[in-house]
Structures are given as C-alpha cells and as structure tokens.
C-alpha cells in the first residue's frame, strides 16, 4: 500500500503566466506538507504569458537545496503537432533536470485516436522527455497499449494528475492508464500540477486512487528521493549533478 509521497515533481509558478505563487511559496509549501523535493516546472514558451526560453538558461541561479528542501529545475513542455514536437530545443531540453511533455487543448487541437498516439509516440522518442504529462485528459484519447510499449521501452513515466482526476472528472479514463501501466510495468509519477502553493503536495486523492486498484508501490517512482533519483539518473547520465545526487542517496 502507498502511504505518502515525498516528492512533487509537477508545479507552476508565477512565470508560468497562470499560476499565483513564486518558488519560495511552492518550497515553504513543500516543506509544510513534509516533502523531501519538488520540480519547478514552468509552461512551455507557447503557452500564452509563460516565459521567454532564456528563463530556463538562468535555472543555474536556483540553488539545489533551499530551506532543506531539494529543488529540480524542469518544464512542462506543449506538444506542439501530431509527430510529437515540443517549444523547446534539445539543446536546451538536455540541460534541464525533469521534462513533462503534455498536450493542452489551447495549443493542439483534438485530433483522432491515432493522431494523439502518434504524437505521444513522437514525444517519448525524444531522449530529453521525461515524463507523459496528465494523459488522463478526455480531449486527446489515444491507443493505451502502443503508448505503454513505447514508454515501457524508453524508460518514460506517466503521470497520475490529481486534476485529471478531481477537476476534469476523467477518474474511467485515468484507471484504464493506471491498470495499463500495472500491467506492462511503466512507471509513473504522482504529481500535485500545482497552480498555487497551498496545492503543493497534496496528492493524497491519488494515493487513495492507486490503492484502490492495488498499484503496485515500486512503479511508484516519485514515492521518494531514493527511489527517485537512480531513475532519473538512467535517464541523465551527462548531467553530473544528477548522477552526484543519486549516488549521494544510494550510500
């Protein structure tokens, strides 16, 4: 059974355009809620009033750690077109600690069932892209079975979105992915896609989401920062920080 996860690696601030809370508000949040780490994870440049690329070049700037609590400095990526491209470029993407890439119907319009699969199957060939954001959505329904084998092959996550399940009401939708992922051992990620920070870590709707159909708690990637980081790090291995940390927490 899951019981608590100690990490949240999906949430917007401010310069994200339509989010209310700066990084500080988020990481107070976060340490409130008992959190070992969260991913700063703006919109992409084309979401409208989100940032300029140079945003995410000056991530440098965000330390590590601030107030005890780990801080990834990420995007959440648009997918742009059916093939699976995204607003930003690898050479950028490759520098970045955590990528979510997630179709919003305000940039892509709803499509047929294979037009959204092949734009997820596009997506998860890129190697920078960490992570299938919100699927559970209704607007882009897509074949469950070849996005699971993709993700199975190149070790991407799917996300398990609290509003997918609360504010979009797609709970039918979102079981079917979970079930999937279940069954073809993909790991996924449980994240708060906080807009505000009293949001921030509150993910237990999800938890009790995921015991209800017995998820198993090893694919459970984010539960915390051991578990975390030697995935991550597979995923990295020409970010040396990241491969520090991991074996920071291994030992």
């Not at 008992?34 to 979401?47: D, F, N, Q, S, V």
């Not at 017995?214 to 090893?218: A, G, L, R, Y």
């Given at each position: 059974?899951?019981?608590?996860?100690?990490?949240?690696?999906?949430?917007?601030?401010?310069?994200?355009?339509?989010?209310?809370?700066?990084?500080?508000?988020?990481?107070?949040?976060?340490?409130?809620?008992?959190?070992?780490?969260?991913?700063?994870?703006?919109?992409?440049?084309?979401?409208?009033?989100?940032v300029h690329p140079i945003y995410f070049h000056n991530y440098t700037v965000v330390p590590r750690q601030i107030d005890h609590i780990y801080v990834f400095c990420g995007v959440e990526l648009n997918v742009l077109d059916y093939q699976g491209n995204v607003d930003l470029s690898n050479n950028l993407l490759s520098r970045l600690d955590f990528i979510i890439a997630s179709m919003h119907g305000n940039i892509?319009?709803?499509?047929?069932?294979?037009?959204?699969?092949?734009?997820?199957?596009?997506?998860?060939?890129?190697?920078?892209?960490?992570?299938?954001?919100?699927?559970?959505?209704?607007?882009?329904?897509?074949?469950?079975?070849?996005?699971?084998?993709?993700?199975?092959?190149?070790?991407?996550?799917?996300?398990?979105?609290?509003?997918?399940?609360?504010?979009?009401?797609?709970?039918?939708?979102?079981?079917?992915?979970v079930l999937g992922c279940k069954a073809y051992e993909v790991p996924i990620l449980v994240n708060s896609d906080a807009h505000f920070a009293l949001d921030v870590g509150q993910l237990q709707p999800s938890i009790d989401f995921l015991n209800s159909l017995?998820?198993?708690?090893?694919l459970v990637i984010n539960r915390d920062l051991k578990s975390l980081l030697p995935w991550l790090a597979k995923r990295k291995p020409w970010k040396s920080d990241i491969q520090d940390l991991a074996k920071q927490f291994s030992s």
């Open positions: 059974m899951i019981t608590f996860i100690k990490t949240d690696m999906h949430t917007h601030t401010i310069a994200s355009g339509h989010a209310y809370s700066t990084i500080l508000e988020n990481v107070a949040a976060a340490k409130n809620m008992g959190l070992e780490a969260i991913a700063i994870t703006e919109h992409g440049p084309t979401m409208p009033g989100s892509l319009d709803s499509g047929s069932i294979q037009n959204h699969t092949e734009a997820w199957l596009g997506a998860i060939q890129n190697p920078y892209i960490d992570c299938i954001g919100h699927p559970g959505r209704g607007d882009f329904e897509f074949e469950l079975s070849e996005v699971l084998t993709a993700c199975k092959r190149n070790n991407v996550a799917i996300e398990v979105n609290v509003k997918s399940l609360e504010k979009y009401s797609n709970r039918p939708r979102c079981e079917d992915i017995n998820f198993p708690v090893e």
